[in-house]
């Protein structure tokens, strides 16, 4: 059972910068496409960003495009969401994904952290 734990989460001014970072255990890292989801209160899950199991490529969704960097370290089995100019809307739960589909099939992500909570300030 893949096992994915997110840390990094906060309160933050609006412009201001947070980086998460999802810890990924039980499973073959570089084999995995990673993901980064996000969850406000009384909306539907949005896919924010996703990266390919070499790192080498990596997908956005349109709202944080510009803003948001996704990354990975395989030696670490780590992934990072590095998120600059945060905006109070961006305020939700984000949740790290994993699949063995390819990073741009949003879908096919099945594996779930459960989630760190992102709160910007106007």
């Keep these: 059972q893949v096992q994915l734990v997110e840390s990094g989460g906060g309160l ?42 070499s790192g080498a490529n990596t997908y956005y969704g349109d709202s944080v495009k510009g803003r948001f960097t996704i990354s990975r370290d395989n ?28 990073y741009y099939y949003t879908p096919g992500f099945n594996s779930w952290g459960q989630g760190t909570q992102v709160t910007v300030s106007s």
């Excluded at 890292?29 to 990673?34: A, K, L, V």
């Excluded at 899950?45 to 390919?52: G, P």
């Design 75 to 102: 030696a670490k089995n780590t992934v990072y969401l590095q998120m600059n100019s945060l905006k109070p809307e961006d305020t939700a739960l984000y949740y790290c994904a994993a699949t063995l589909r390819a």
């Design 12 to 53: 933050v001014q609006a412009g201001g910068s947070l980086r998460l970072s999802c810890a990924a255990s039980r499973l073959t890292f570089s084999h995995y496409s990673m993901g980064w989801f996000r969850q406000a209160p009384g909306e539907e899950r949005e896919f924010v960003a996703a990266i390919s199991p």
